[in-house]
């Protein structure tokens, strides 16, 4: 047989492939639909748990854990939208790590229409752009918005095993986001996963198994939902009711978020003392340190785009010296988001020694959902790490690192000490009230106490603290945060 009827010969065989591919998915969908309900609107209702997102006590263990005291999720697959309402409360005791703390209940609305995405905790609306893609794609990763999703993107079947169970697993794109899903023998669909992009975990996988389905009004649904982000939970939820075609009023996207337009990322600088500048504007913030032949930075919060404008300002503030270290206070994601950008114009890390294997697995992962500086530019990254401190120092100026003994948020958590100045840099542990705001909560409260034992056993004086959130404050401040005003 002549190259050219073999080069035939197999692009037919492909083409039949594919096509029988996409028939046994359309078969698949179709026996799935009959079995657990094609509706037009699903809500669902239950109690459980819920795992913090880049917030556990250490790069090791499970994000940290509450309880979800009331959960409905609310879909409109036609109009694309979603609204998920919630009240968590703290385990009791409250779990190692945390995001911020919070007594009593906790109640949040997250909702998304189309492309627009806000959170309703009272009645202004919250415009949430940022959260906008990830909400309209969970949307789909329900049993009934898979299979629409599914039929509606052509999947394509193949033979698959969950453990040692025979499954169909379904595989399409959703916009730039690849979903697979399994369907077993009797057209339950029992897990679903994809990749969204993660600052610090690159293309993190996102997975939703369901299990236990139940018959509701007419429809099936499964009574046990575990999801996880990143390898560990973020809920797991224990579905006591479910509705299908619920009616329900068309949510309506308020006229604040479909004008909203995200401000530029702002850094504003204020002189702390010689060489010394916090680095403000937004909700969490770095410092500037100037030593004789370079500058250090610390905390690298968030993102690519607020490191680039913190590195703009350090460039008009300090024009002459390079930045040679950015020095990481802890691994919580809001926290460490923008270490790669830094990593990408060869400055050296400083971090405990517990984060290191942390950020270089991490960083080693794919990142094609949303590229940035150092996956265009691949380096290696350079760590300095410690134990328990650390002490950078010329002619000019001493910088402490210590590790916070004993802390409940982070197990390896730092501070940073200037003792020429007596200025106190911490993230996390004391954030300065506003004025006029309540007392600090009692998680938040020991949080703090904890960390004034630190600086009291170590007889480390200080005058200003200068927080990774919230604004300067001195030490009258935090002596009367902690009810401590007389010491």
């Known amino acids: 047989m002549s190259g050219r009827k073999w080069a035939m010969l197999t692009l037919l065989l492909v083409l039949g492939t594919a096509t029988a591919s996409a028939q046994d998915a359309k078969t698949v969908i179709q026996k799935a639909q009959r079995a657990i309900g094609d509706v037009n609107s699903i809500q669902y209702s239950g109690t459980g748990k819920a795992g913090g997102y880049g917030q556990n006590w250490s790069p090791t263990v499970p994000w940290h854990v509450t309880n979800v005291i009331s959960y409905t999720k609310t879909i409109d697959y036609a109009n694309r939208s979603a609204k998920e309402e919630l009240t968590r409360t703290q385990l009791d005791p409250p779990d190692h790590g945390g995001e911020a703390p919070f007594a009593g209940e906790q109640k949040q609305v997250n909702i998304v229409s189309g492309q627009y995405a806000w959170n309703q905790p009272g009645a202004a609306p919250q415009p949430a752009p940022a959260t906008a893609d990830e909400r309209q794609l969970q949307i789909w990763l329900t049993p009934q918005g898979f299979l629409k999703a599914a039929a509606d993107n052509n999947a394509t079947a193949k033979a698959g095993k969950d453990g040692s169970k025979k499954v169909t697993v ?55 939902i575990v999801q996880k982000q990143g390898g560990w939970m973020t809920l797991d939820l224990n579905v006591t009711d479910a509705k299908g075609n619920a009616e329900m009023a068309a949510l309506q996207v308020p006229d604040a978020v479909r004008s909203f337009t995200p401000p530029p990322v702002r850094v504003v600088s204020q002189k702390l003392a010689d060489g010394v500048w916090f680095l403000g504007g937004g909700t969490h913030n770095s410092d500037l340190i100037e030593f004789k032949d370079y500058v250090v930075v610390v905390e690298a919060p968030l993102d690519e785009n607020r490191s680039n404008a913190v590195m703009a300002e350090v460039k008009n503030l300090v024009p002459n010296k390079p930045i040679k270290y950015l020095i990481n206070s802890h691994h919580h994601f809001d926290h460490s988001g923008g270490l790669r950008t830094y990593v990408a114009e060869g400055i050296t890390i400083i971090t405990n020694d517990a984060n290191k294997s942390f950020y270089e697995k991490s960083w080693s992962a794919p990142r094609t959902l949303a590229p940035d500086k150092l996956s265009q530019n691949p380096k290696k990254a350079t760590f300095i790490t410690y134990k328990d401190k650390y002490t950078l ?54 949080f703090s106490n904890n960390l004034y034992d630190n600086l009291t056993r170590k007889k480390i004086e200080v005058v200003t603290i200068s927080p990774l959130h919230g604004n300067v404050a001195q030490w009258s401040d935090f002596l009367k945060a902690l009810g401590k005003s007389g010491d």
Do not use: C
């Open 170 to 224: 379904l595989t399409f794109m959703a916009g730039k986001n690849k979903v697979m899903g399994d369907v077993d023998d009797q057209g339950l669909v029992t897990k679903v996963e994809t990749w969204i992009p993660s600052t610090v975990l690159g293309d993190m996988p996102v997975e939703i198994t369901y299990s236990d389905y139940k018959d509701f009004s007419g429809i099936k649904f499964p009574s046990h």
């Open 393 to 446: 120092t010329d002619e000019n100026r001493t910088l402490e690192i210590y590790r916070v003994e004993n802390d409940n948020h982070n197990e390896f958590i730092s501070f940073m000490y200037l003792p020429k100045e007596k200025i106190l840099i911490e993230g996390d542990d004391f954030t300065p009230p506003a004025p006029g705001a309540p007392p600090m909560v009692p998680v938040a409260l020991g």
